[in-house]
T-cell receptor, first 113, second 115 residues
Framework: QQQVKQSPQSLIVQKGGISIINCAYE??????FPWYQQFPGKGPALLIA?????SEKKEGRFTISFNKSAKQFSLHIMDSQPGDSATYFC????????????FGTGTLLAVQP | DVKVTQSSRYLVKRTGEKVFLECVQD?????MFWYRQDPGLGLRLIYF???????EKGDIPEGYSVSREKKERFSLILESASTNQTSMYLC??????????????FGQGTRLTVV
């Protein structure tokens, strides 16, 4: 019940296209849903995050769509660029004093020029 | 600039060795975490600590232990390294939820190879 399921495992998009990565969860106690971006040789870094009282959050070309009833959330990258090529992880937080993050399995995105 | 620093980028150890992975953060965060990253499996939580000398098991604690003697330092210990522990290890720190600063900051990772 603490899993976060992420798909697809890999994604190839043409420059200028839209990249979409999906995640699903079971535990309704999750109260914070971030996306992390990881470039080769680096640790993951926070990209964008949303709380369940909001259905959408947009920051530049990156948008999270959140469907509380379906227990699903997704990352949309508009006008995808080669520099967006990275591994993307969705995550969910259980909250509480320990503030533990549960991660999805990751999506390797390649944006072709 | 916030920082989580892992002591080694690359390590090669022999089967049966005791291995120490060190992590230091400069953000005065109470919570620190050790994850293991493997292709197709994402980031799996090994152990976490919510205060000095306090620790809890994550999802895959077998074969590992941790130590947190000071707030800024969190060590991962492989008691007797095995080849199936060859992986990328990532340390992270995070402020407690009550502060509403919920971003987790990661180190650059330690690529451990056990031969």
């Amino acid at each position: 019940q603490q899993q976060v399921k992420q798909s697809p495992q890999s994604l190839i998009v043409q420059k200028g296209g839209i990249s979409i990565i999906n995640c699903a969860y079971e535990n309704t106690a999750f109260d914070y849903f971030p996306w992390y971006q990881q470039f080769p040789g680096k640790g993951p870094a926070l990209l964008i995050a949303i709380r369940p009282d909001v259905s959408e959050k947009k920051e530049g070309r990156f948008t999270i769509s959140f469907n509380k009833s379906a227990k699903q959330f997704s990352l949309h990258i508009m006008d995808s660029q080669p520099g967006d090529s990275a591994t993307y992880f969705c995550a969910a937080s259980l909250g509480g004093a320990t503030n533990k993050l549960i991660f999805g399995t990751g999506t390797l995105l390649a944006v072709q020029p | 600039d916030v920082k989580v620093t892992q002591s080694s980028r690359y390590l090669v150890k022999r089967t049966g060795e005791k291995v120490f992975l060190e992590c230091v953060q400069d953000m005065d965060h109470e919570n620190m975490f050790w994850y293991r990253q493997d292709p197709g499996l994402g980031l799996r939580l090994i152990y976490f600590s919510y205060d000095v000398k306090m620790k809890e098991k994550g999802d895959i604690p077998e074969g590992y232990s941790v130590s947190r003697e000071k707030k800024e330092r969190f060590s991962l210990i492989l008691e007797s390294a095995s080849t199936n522990q060859t992986s990328m290890y990532l340390c992270a720190s995070r402020a407690p939820k009550l502060t509403m600063n919920t971003e987790a900051f990661f180190g650059q990772g330690t690529r451990l190879t056990v031969v």
